[in-house]
């Protein structure tokens, strides 16, 4: 085993150049959710420069796309993902472009290994992550119907670590349709900008009833465009999490009856939609253990998050409902830059951006490998997997439809209506 993976860490070792080039070319050309063609086109061609054709686009996704490698015989299915958007004004101060290089060279590595090996190995593009939820419609369109575990990295600063866990989350819009009206004879308009003003005071009026982990942070995207016009079009956006996928619904069902009482009183019709449900993450400690291993044995120490911390939210979280994952952080930066910034961008293209890459690219490799020849690791992940993801998700997927497919309200799009909001049951 040990020999197995020193000559997979040979082979990614020989993929350096065009590796770092690939991530250099991501970096070099940041595109937002479901825009990714040249990025998406980077991996492509890297895969084929290899020898190795994938399918794109994968699951109706223009820029996802998969790959497979087969082993010798039958045996467990291993997914790889790869994410490649970037974020607005930034770029990629996410550093997905690592995580998409890392991603590639992991695979790559694993080419000549998978003749000696029972199972079948993939890459999947992963589109849209900021925002988009391209894991989400990946999961809708059958893209992991095959699949027994997923694996993946993800930049950070500070301490690399394992077991990191996520919050549920959701981009909510809400727009006032309103008449307008010269501000001399203001009674001749609706102010769609007071109704706005309303929703937020009633919003911060209600904060105090919903859970303490939940968040709302919202801003103002239209409300007028002169001083002396009655505005008559309203919009903002928030951003929402919670806990676990039913808190969020509980906050968005609070937002609904703020935004519908605002409506009453200015009588500006309101539109209500928001984008896909990201869920709380489960990762997987058995496969994360395995990867912490391996990654000590490359030199880089990892930790156990602390406990108390505030996490983000990934698309990721919906597809450790449906089978084990683990989605673990390496340092490519001191603590105190921050994600989502220039500083972060950065650093995902510096010496040490380059190094993780590269060590990533090993470390994924290596936990593949454990997966598909430790029947015992095996085995435990999915027992663990199936012991901490709640009765909910797994009862609603088994009921009148496969297994296979998640709950309908896991990664669901859908727009309030007059008719109100459904809780979950």
Same mark, same amino acid.
């Given at each position: 085993?040990?020999?197995?993976?020193?000559?997979?860490?040979?082979?990614?070792?020989?993929?350096? *150049?065009?590796?770092?080039?690939?991530?250099? #070319?991501?970096?070099?050309?940041?595109?937002?959710?479901?825009?990714?063609?040249?990025?998406? $086109?980077?991996?492509?061609? !890297?895969?084929?420069?290899?020898?190795? %054709?994938?399918?794109?686009?994968?699951?109706?996704?223009?820029?996802?796309?998969?790959? /497979?490698?087969?082993?010798?015989?039958?045996?467990?299915?291993?997914?790889?993902?790869? %994410?490649? *958007?970037?974020?607005?004004?930034?770029?990629?101060?996410?550093?997905?472009?690592?995580?998409?290089?890392?991603?590639?060279?992991?695979?790559? $590595?694993?080419?000549?290994?998978?003749?000696?090996?029972?199972?079948?190995?993939?890459?999947?593009? &992963?589109?849209?992550?900021?925002?988009? $939820?391209?894991?989400?419609?990946?999961?809708?369109?059958?893209?992991? #119907? #095959?699949?027994?575990?997923?694996?993946?990295?993800?930049?950070?600063?500070?301490?690399?670590?394992?077991?990191?866990?996520?919050?549920?989350?959701?981009?909510?819009?809400?727009?006032?349709?309103?008449?307008?009206?010269?501000?001399?004879?203001?009674?001749?308009?609706?102010?769609?900008?007071?109704?706005?003003?309303?929703?937020?005071?009633?919003? /911060?009026?209600?904060?105090?009833?919903?859970?303490?982990?939940?968040?709302?942070?919202?801003?103002?995207?239209?409300?007028?465009?002169?001083?002396?016009?009655?505005?008559?079009?309203?919009?903002?956006?928030?951003?929402?999490?919670?806990?676990?996928?039913?808190?969020? %619904?509980?906050?968005?069902?609070?937002?609904?009856?703020?935004?519908?009482?605002?409506?009453?009183?200015?009588?500006?019709?309101?539109?209500?939609?928001?984008?896909?449900?990201?869920?709380?993450?489960?990762?997987?400690?058995?496969?994360?253990?395995?990867?912490?291993?391996?990654?000590?044995?490359?030199?880089? &120490?990892?930790?156990?998050? #602390?406990?108390?911390?505030?996490?983000?939210?990934?698309?990721?979280?919906?597809?450790?409902?449906?089978?084990?994952?683990?989605?673990?952080?390496?340092?490519? !930066?001191?603590?105190?830059?921050?994600?989502?910034?220039?500083?972060?961008?950065?650093?995902?293209?510096?010496?040490? $951006?380059?190094?993780?890459?590269?060590?990533? !690219?090993?470390?994924?490799?290596?936990?593949?490998?454990?997966?598909? &020849? *430790?029947?015992?690791?095996?085995?435990?992940?999915?027992?663990?997997?199936?012991?901490?993801?709640?009765?909910?998700?797994?009862?609603?997927?088994?009921?009148?439809?496969?297994?296979?497919?998640?709950?309908?309200?896991?990664?669901? &799009?859908?727009?309030?209506?007059?008719?109100?909001?459904?809780?979950?049951?």
């Amino acid at each position: 085993m040990e020999e197995m993976k020193k000559r997979i860490g040979d082979d990614i070792d020989r993929l350096r *150049d065009p590796l770092l080039k690939l991530s250099s #070319d991501i970096h070099s050309h940041p595109e937002l959710a479901y825009q990714e063609r040249q990025s998406a $086109g980077f991996i492509v061609d !890297a895969l084929r420069a290899q020898g190795i %054709e994938a399918r794109v686009p994968y699951c109706g996704l223009a820029t996802s796309f998969r790959a /497979d490698l087969e082993g010798s015989r039958k045996g467990p299915h291993v997914a790889i993902l790869a %994410e490649y *958007d970037a974020l607005p004004e930034c770029g990629h101060g996410c550093g997905h472009n690592i995580i998409a290089t890392s991603a590639v060279g992991a695979f790559l $590595g694993m080419k000549n290994a998978m003749s000696a090996i029972g199972g079948k190995l993939s890459l999947i593009g &992963t589109p849209g992550e900021e925002g988009g $939820g391209g894991k989400i419609a990946l999961l809708e369109g059958g893209g992991f #119907d #095959d699949i027994d575990f997923a694996l993946m990295i993800h930049p950070k600063s500070g301490p690399s670590i394992i077991g990191r866990s996520g919050r549920a989350a959701t981009h909510l819009f809400v727009s006032y349709q309103g008449i307008a009206a010269h501000s001399s004879n203001p009674s001749k308009g609706v102010n769609a900008l007071s109704a706005l003003r309303i929703l937020f005071t009633l919003i /911060d009026v209600m904060r105090p009833t919903l859970p303490p982990s939940s968040n709302i942070n919202g801003v103002i995207t239209k409300a007028g465009t002169v001083g002396n016009i009655i505005p008559d079009r309203g919009e903002c956006e928030f951003s929402v999490r919670a806990n676990t996928l039913k808190e969020l %619904e509980e906050v968005i069902a609070v937002i609904e009856r703020c935004a519908k009482a605002a409506e009453m009183v200015v009588s500006a019709p309101a539109e209500i939609h928001w984008n896909k449900l990201y869920a709380e993450r489960y990762p997987s400690i058995p496969l994360g253990e395995a990867f912490k291993k391996n990654m000590e044995s490359l030199g880089e &120490t990892m930790e156990y998050p #602390d406990p108390a911390e505030q996490v983000g939210s990934s698309d990721i979280g919906n597809v450790s409902i449906k089978i084990p994952v683990i989605h673990e952080y390496l340092s490519i !930066a001191e603590e105190g830059v921050r994600a989502h910034s220039k500083e972060f961008a950065q650093a995902a293209i510096s010496a040490r $951006g380059n190094e993780v890459c590269v060590k990533g !690219a090993k470390g994924l490799a290596m936990t593949a490998l454990d997966i598909f &020849t *430790d029947e015992s690791l095996r085995e435990k992940s999915m027992a663990y997997h199936h012991a901490q993801v709640p009765e909910i998700y797994t009862k609603k997927a088994s009921n009148q439809q496969p297994r296979s497919k998640l709950p309908r309200y896991v990664g669901s &799009t859908r727009k309030l209506s007059k008719a109100g909001f459904i809780p979950l049951q």
